[in-house]
């Protein structure tokens, strides 16, 4: 069974540049969640998806930060216009209907400069 | 509120040490508890993880027991590698709060050859 992909797997931009990243979860998981890890931290939630639905968002800096789901399947964060303190991986995770378990996928390292 | 609490780190052992890493929580009804390790410039993989109390998960050697009564869920090895070098994050779920994770902060674990 594949796993979560996420592309890239690196990017590197300037500050108030703009950057999208990309989630395919695991086939049939019908819940997504984005993260921001900061190195050196434990993972932090931005948003959990069920479907197509938002289920949380509460931690999602909005004025910068919007993610969408649009199919149910894969899904897409982007951050405009970026900040240096947005440097982090952005890590991307599923869950099956009615199990407890989260996959995480590998990550997209994003550096701003 | 719900919250995970593990030993600081980095934890330095020579190779085919005994490794105990120490995780209690604090949560509201009954969580599952998971360690998930973070191998260098990599995402989160899931390591093992427990439902129920007196439940011991194990995987690749490693192994934890969930304690309901001192509410702990400590991650035990008993021979290290250096190719176990990682962080490592305890962490909870419960179906109440929409199964998203309460992540511990991590813990580095260096072994040397």
């Known amino acids: 069974e594949a796993g979560v992909a996420q592309s890239p797997r690196y990017k590197i931009i300037e500050k108030r540049q703009s950057v999208a990243f990309w989630c395919n979860p695991i086939s049939g998981h019908a819940t997504l969640y984005w993260y921001q890890q900061i190195l050196g931290q434990g993972p932090k939630l931005l948003i959990q998806?069920?479907?197509?639905?938002?289920?949380?968002d509460s931690q999602l800096p909005k004025d910068r930060f919007s993610a969408e789901r649009l199919k149910g399947v894969d899904s897409t964060l982007k951050i405009q216009p970026a900040k240096l303190e947005d440097s982090a991986v952005y890590l991307c995770a599923s869950r099956p209907r009615g199990t407890d378990t989260q996959y995480f996928g590998p990550g997209t390292r994003l550096t701003v400069l | 509120g719900n919250s995970v609490t593990q030993m600081e780190g980095p934890v330095t052992l020579s190779e085919e040490a005994f490794l105990t890493i120490n995780c209690t929580y604090t949560?509201?009804?009954?969580?599952?508890l998971f360690w998930y390790v973070q191998y260098p410039g990599e995402g989160l993989q899931l390591l093992l993880k427990a439902t129920k109390a007196d439940d011991k998960g194990s995987n690749k050697g490693f192994e934890a027991t969930y304690r309901k009564e001192t509410t702990s869920f400590h991650l035990e090895k008993g021979s290290v590698q250096v190719s176990d070098s990682a962080v490592y994050f305890c962490a909870l779920t419960l179906m109440d709060s929409n199964y998203q994770l309460i992540w511990g902060a991590g813990t580095k674990l260096i072994i040397k050859p």
């Open positions: 998806f069920q479907n197509n639905g938002v289920v949380d």
């Open positions: 949560a509201t009804g009954y969580p599952s």
